[in-house]
T-cell receptor, first 111, second 116 residues
Framework: GQQLNQSPQSMFIQEGEDVSMNCTSSSIFNTWLWYKQDPGEGPVLLIALYKAGELTSNGRLTAQFGITRKDSFLNISASIPSDVGIYFCAGRPGNTGKLIFGQGTTLQVKP | DTAVSQTPKYLVTQMGNDKSIKCEQNLGHDTMYWYKQDSKKFLKIMFSYNNKELIINETVPNRFSPKSPDKAHLNLHINSLELGDSAVYFC???????????????FGPGTRLTVL
């Protein structure tokens, strides 16, 4: 089946640093999404991308839909302690609601 | 005013038992989903219902049976629970009829199922 490779698996950074994570796929996706999951909670949508090449920001977060439609990245600028959590990419391969999730990137921020 | 709610939050049970998890959304969405998150945090879709009709049914043992009495509710019943069923189960919903609606899934807080 289709899989997403998300990297890095984990990151431990200093407060104020910028963070970058990405997702790649062997097949094309029509939509890329980025979610954040806090401990004991469900994933929360951060950014949705609908067109190849699209670059979208949400506060300190910026995400891009790769031109090949097989990848996406998420950047977090000037990280703060509340950025801690697991970040998931997700792709929609067809026209149903089915989402395929990456393995997640666990982010830890040292104050 | 919780958007997507699930009950129970925690469920501990013995192998072989039958259990149900309930999900309700008050967002007016017409599509609901069940996901399973394993111990490595990997999220995988199990089922999806649109207006009470099953539209996604992944390779899931038939011990798992979803039921949608109306478009605001999607329950998950699990028969003959096994150790490997231990996981966190998330319900989600989305509005399927407008651009982006199929994608912007809102997740519930999860139900942590532990099978002993």
């Amino acid at each position: 089946g289709q899989q997403l490779n998300q990297s890095p698996q984990s990151m431990f950074i200093q407060e104020g640093e910028d963070v970058s994570m990405n997702c790649t796929s062997s097949s094309i996706f029509n939509t890329w999404l980025w979610y954040k999951q806090d401990p004991g909670e469900g994933p929360v949508l951060l950014i949705a991308l609908y067109k190849a090449g699209e670059l979208t920001s949400n506060g300190r977060l910026t995400a891009q839909f790769g031109i090949t439609r097989k990848d996406s990245f998420l950047n977090i600028s000037a990280s703060i302690p509340s950025d801690v959590g697991i970040y998931f990419c997700a792709g929609r391969p067809g026209n149903t609601g089915k989402l395929i999730f990456g393995q997640g990137t666990t982010l830890q921020v040292k104050p | 005013d919780t958007a997507v709610s699930q009950t129970p939050k925690y469920l501990v049970t013995q192998m072989g038992n039958d259990k149900s998890i309930k999900c309700e959304q008050n967002l007016g969405h017409d599509t609901m989903y069940w996901y399973k998150q394993d111990s490595k945090k990997f999220l995988k879709i199990m089922f999806s219902y649109n207006n009470k009709e099953l539209i996604i049914n992944e390779t899931v043992p038939n011990r798992f049976s979803p039921k949608s009495p109306d478009k605001a509710h999607l329950n998950l019943h699990i028969n003959s629970l096994e150790l490997g069923d231990s996981a966190v189960y998330f319900c989600a919903s989305s509005q399927g009829k407008k651009r982006g609606g199929l994608n912007e899934q809102f997740f519930g807080p999860g139900t942590r199922l532990t099978v002993l």
